[in-house]
């Protein structure tokens, strides 16, 4: 059998894209490194297909007994729902509370989503009344009962795939250390590690206890083959090339799967995968979430919401900008330049809260007891109800409902020269409201920390960013403005 890896045709997506781009069902904690192992275990093909199919197994099923027959709507819808929610995120390792959370907040979320945009094109009366309120309640049910059946039934599963496959990793190094924690710690991955080769001495190695080295990196080739090693994880650094190459060499006699654990995953990664130009294996280390199809589904999400929102707020827009003209002198809309997509200079809209419009190479940010905040303006930035005509600009397809908030151009010019990566936020829209917002890191940043972790909280989101995810955020934005727990707003 040859080595995956040394095939020059070889399918590029290796352990590589696992450690880069792990599923995570709930919002991202602050800060955080996720490393997963490579997907082959069928527990995880079975994760998913798993909700997506239960879905549209369901919405056949209250087809078949309302209407006798699958109609087409029905058909086109299950194709829809499908391939928005594939691939399912996986609950296995998580605690039963846990799976009940995500699965509820995740459907209400979808099903949300669904009858809002069904509403808006009509295309919901295509469906009977019963239809809809069966699959709103009885989808979340039978995907619980998938899940934990799923559960109970993974034993029996790693049993199908065979004996537990034997791995070594060389290199005794951070990535290295992570990958063998993640072999060993998860339940459900039919793996054994063996143990590391590694060529340096003991007090150049990171402390550890549990892992034992089972030789030099040039005896690696005859260990596999004599102890019938399936998997090997080569974890050493990218700098070390000819080491790379000498133990490729040794590996041309095994028929060991062999997966390469660059360094690279330490390094600050957005949305990184692996791709092909013209059959050539490439590794993107910074890209935009928003490519393909997801760029289309965050453009027509945004449409749908801010026509939602803008149609019934008329009348509010209408009161409030009646109510600055009758507080304060001056315009009634303040326009200021920013940085948007790709860093490029975007005007954005607010109602007007202060007695100045500020747009220069100096603004200062607004501080508590701001002498320059008009009366009426301290109510509007409270609410937030200042902010509505950005989705002017989520219209005019400058400004996204969700993404890292737009600073003032002078703001951008002096912090990119001060905090590394923070440029690596422009690679998408600028939102409305953002992962950093509803993380209480809104208004001043009086402080360069400040201004860090927003940034942190902002690369955190492109990071992981799902329609669910999105969803999440401008719920928590609702609560947060509606029960009045904004912090550092002036």
């Not at 499908?82 to 609950?91: A, E, I």
């Not at 393909?292 to 900008?321: E, H, M, N, Q, V």
């Not at 996204?400 to 990119?416: F, I, T």
Request: proline share 6%.
């Amino acid at each position: 059998m040859q080595n995956d890896f040394l095939s020059p045709t070889a399918n590029p997506t290796f352990t590589l894209l696992s450690l880069m781009n792990a599923h995570n069902t709930n919002p991202p904690v602050h800060k955080t490194t996720t490393i997963t192992i490579a997907r082959e275990n069928t527990i995880h093909i079975v994760e998913a297909f798993l909700d997506p199919l239960v879905t549209v197994f369901t919405l056949w099923a209250i087809a078949i007994y309302l209407e006798g027959t699958l109609p087409p709507s029905y058909l086109i819808l299950s194709i829809i729902v499908f391939s928005v929610s594939y691939p399912g995120h996986s609950k296995i390792q998580r605690t039963s509370w846990q799976i009940v959370k995500n699965t509820l907040v995740s459907w209400s979320l979808f099903a949300l989503l669904f009858l809002g945009f069904g509403q808006m094109t009509h295309s919901i009366n295509l469906f009977p009344y019963e239809a809809i309120v069966l699959c709103i309640f009885l989808t979340p049910v039978l995907q619980l009962m998938a899940n934990f059946g799923l559960r109970t039934f993974a034993p029996a599963l790693i049993k199908l795939q065979g004996p537990a496959k034997r791995a070594i990793i060389a290199g005794m190094n951070e990535q290295g250390l992570a990958l063998a924690d993640r072999l060993t710690q998860s339940e459900y991955e039919a793996i054994e590690l063996k143990g590391f080769f590694e060529d340096r001495s003991v007090d150049r190695i990171p402390s550890q206890s549990q892992y034992a080295i089972l030789g030099k990196l040039s005896e690696l080739g005859g260990y596999a083959k004599d102890h019938d090693i399936n998997i090997i994880y080569l974890s050493l650094p990218m700098a070390s090339q000819p080491r790379v190459l000498n133990v490729l060499d040794d590996l041309k006699d095994t028929t060991a799967s062999i997966y390469f654990v660059p360094d690279i995953f330490l390094t600050d990664l957005v949305q990184s995968r692996v791709s092909e130009v013209d059959g050539i294996p490439v590794v993107a280390v910074c890209e935009s979430p928003f490519m393909g199809f997801s760029g289309i589904t965050k453009r027509l999400a945004d449409l749908i919401f801010s026509i939602i929102i803008l149609i019934p707020a008329l009348p509010l827009l209408l009161l409030i900008a009646i109510g600055i003209k009758l507080s304060s002198p001056g315009p009634v809309i303040f326009k200021q330049r920013r940085y948007g997509l790709d860093g490029k200079e975007i005007i954005i809209y607010k109602f007007r809260s202060m007695s100045v419009c500020e747009d220069g190479n100096a603004i200062s940010q607004a501080q508590k007891d701001d002498v320059r905040t008009t009366p009426f303006g301290a109510f509007l930035r409270k609410t937030s109800l200042d902010e509505l005509p950005q989705l002017i600009n989520v219209l005019q397809g400058r400004m996204s409902v969700v993404g890292p908030r737009p600073h003032a151009v002078a703001h951008n010019e002096m912090y990119r020269k001060l905090i590394k990566g923070y440029m690596i936020r422009h690679k998408v829209k600028p939102g409305i409201t953002g992962w950093a917002q509803v993380n209480g890191l809104r208004g001043e940043t009086e402080t360069l920390n400040k201004m860090q972790s927003r940034i942190d909280y902002d690369l955190e989101y492109l990071r992981h960013w799902s329609m669910r995810f999105d969803l999440h955020i401008i719920f928590k934005t609702i609560w947060v403005i509606l029960f009045n727990r904004q912090k550092n707003v002036y």
